[in-house]
């Protein structure tokens, strides 16, 4: 078996992504990792290229900055990245995704396990998604609580916005794989940086989803999402990680979108009917 690794980044030094963090954490189970560097305006690809290790290759492209629909640019740009990719797994780690040095073993195993089975097209691992700092993360059916992350590499596939794949089993239409879960945590990191970082990232990025530019403040939030976490965080990510004691704690005084209220609606139902409303992009396999 061979296993392939891949992301793409631009501007991750200035845009406060760990990234460094996000690749070292997969290299020990992994044969190669595909680094697709767009052109940036920090030293994203001097830090990359001083990584002492073989098995991290690194591609150049350039982004679209004319493409402006609904993450398209992201889409192409993480499947240059996976279209360099020779194993027959192919694992996408997002440049704030970092995974936690007791689950390599399982994520390893996993992919060997299914190696044989065509029938099993991707894996899917749960996330945390951190927030405003280390000891918070949230739980709601609007922000995604699992997701495809290891794709079988001999499929046609694609990525319409990065997110999630679609298979192509005719030229003409896509469908989400056919998956298994694994049962280990990735570690969403994107909502610990700065906001100062969170507001340059909005400011550099939200041209490529259509959307207008807008001040991001940590503190307006539904306080009722924010969970304190208790375990550990991966070795690697440690020093990377803005120390904080306690929970995040939002304005008190924020009032609710109407978004969030039928969120709040959902959870209701997911607590009394052991349910998960949240969003997925792949099939689970029986």
């Known amino acids: 078996m061979k296993v392939s690794a891949f992301t793409f980044i631009k501007n991750g030094q200035i845009l406060g992504y760990p990234f460094l963090e996000s690749i070292l954490s997969v290299l020990p189970i992994v044969d190669e990792f595909v680094v697709n560097v767009g052109e940036s305006e920090d030293d994203t690809l001097e830090i990359l290229t001083k990584i002492d290790n073989k098995k991290i290759r690194i591609i ?36 704030d995704e970092v995974y936690h040095e007791k689950d390599l073993d399982i994520i390893k195993n996993s992919m060997e396990l299914y190696l044989n089975d065509e029938k099993v097209e991707a894996l899917v691992v749960n996330f945390k998604h951190f927030y405003g700092n280390n000891n918070s993360y949230l739980n709601s059916p609007g ?17 319409p916005d990065a997110l999630f794949w679609l298979i192509l089993d005719s030229n003409k239409k896509g469908r989400y794989p056919n998956a298994k879960k694994i049962g280990v945590t990735c570690y969403h990191y994107g909502w610990v940086r700065t906001e100062r970082q969170m507001n340059l ?45 306690g929970l995040y704690l939002p304005d008190p005084n924020y009032k609710l979108t109407l978004k969030q209220k039928k969120h709040r609606l959902m959870i209701f139902f997911e607590n009394l009917f052991g349910l998960d409303f949240s969003k997925k992009h792949f099939k689970i396999l029986k």
């Not at 402006?68 to 990245?81: E, H, L, N």
């Not at 922000?143 to 990525?159: D, F, G, K, M, Q």
């Not at 999402?225 to 990377?240: D, G, L, Q, T």
Request: glycine content about 4%.
């Open 60 to 95: 150049s492209s350039t982004w679209n900055s004319n493409m402006s629909d609904r993450g398209y640019v992201y889409g192409q740009q993480k499947m240059i990245a996976q279209f360099n990719c020779s194993g027959d797994w192919a694992f996408y780690v997002e440049a």
């Open 143 to 159: 922000w995604y609580r699992s997701e495809a992350r290891i794709i079988r590499n001999t499929l046609r596939t694609y990525s």
């Open 201 to 245: 990232k909005s400011s550099k990025v939200q041209k490529y989803w259509g959307k207008e530019v807008a001040n991001i403040d940590y503190s307006q939030i539904d306080s009722s999402i924010i969970k304190e976490f208790k375990e550990s965080h991966p070795k690697v990510v440690n020093s990377w990680l803005p120390k904080k004691d």
